[in-house]
C-alpha cells in the first residue's frame, strides 16, 4: 500500500497564485492531479513521469506547472492566474504499476490521497 499525502492548498484571489505539494510513502513513476468543484465530476488536471515527461487538462494548460521530484518522492502543482472556477478539492494520485505514458485517465490510478480544498475568490 501506498501512501499519498496532499498539502499546500487554500485561499487565494483570482488572478492569484498556490502551490500544492503531494508526497508519496514511497518512488512511484506515473502520478497525476485531479480536482472535483462543488456538484461537478472529478476532472483531470495534469500528470507527470519519473523521465519529466508532462501533460495537461486544457483548461489549465499555460497556468498551471506540474513538477516530480524523484528522490523525494513529490508531485509539486503551481497554479498561477487563478480563477473562481478553480475552486475545488485537488487529489494526487499515484500508479500502482508503469503505464506507456502520462496519463490523465482517473482509472490509471491506484493510490489516492483524501484531498484538499484550493479556494479561489473573486
Known amino acids: 500500500q501506498v501512501q499519498v499525502v496532499e498539502s499546500g492548498g487554500g485561499s487565494a484571489q483570482a488572478g492569484g497564485s498556490l502551490t500544492l505539494t503531494c508526497t508519496t510513502s514511497r518512488y512511484i513513476s506515473y502520478m497525476a492531479w485531479f480536482r472535483q468543484a462543488p456538484g461537478k465530476g472529478r476532472e483531470e488536471i495534469a500528470g507527470a513521469d519519473h523521465l519529466g515527461n508532462t501533460a495537461y487538462a486544457e483548461s489549465v494548460k499555460g497556468r498551471f506547472s506540474i513538477s516530480k521530484d524523484n528522490a523525494k518522492h513529490t508531485l509539486v502543482l503551481e497554479m498561477n492566474s487563478l480563477k473562481p472556477e478553480d475552486t475545488a478539492i485537488y487529489y494526487c494520485?499515484?500508479?500502482?504499476?508503469?503505464?506507456?505514458?502520462?496519463?490523465?485517465?482517473?482509472?490509471?490510478?491506484?493510490?489516492w490521497g483524501h484531498g484538499i480544498q484550493v479556494t479561489v475568490s473573486s
Open positions: 494520485a499515484a500508479a500502482a504499476h508503469g503505464l506507456r505514458r502520462v496519463s490523465l485517465r482517473q482509472e490509471d490510478y491506484a493510490y
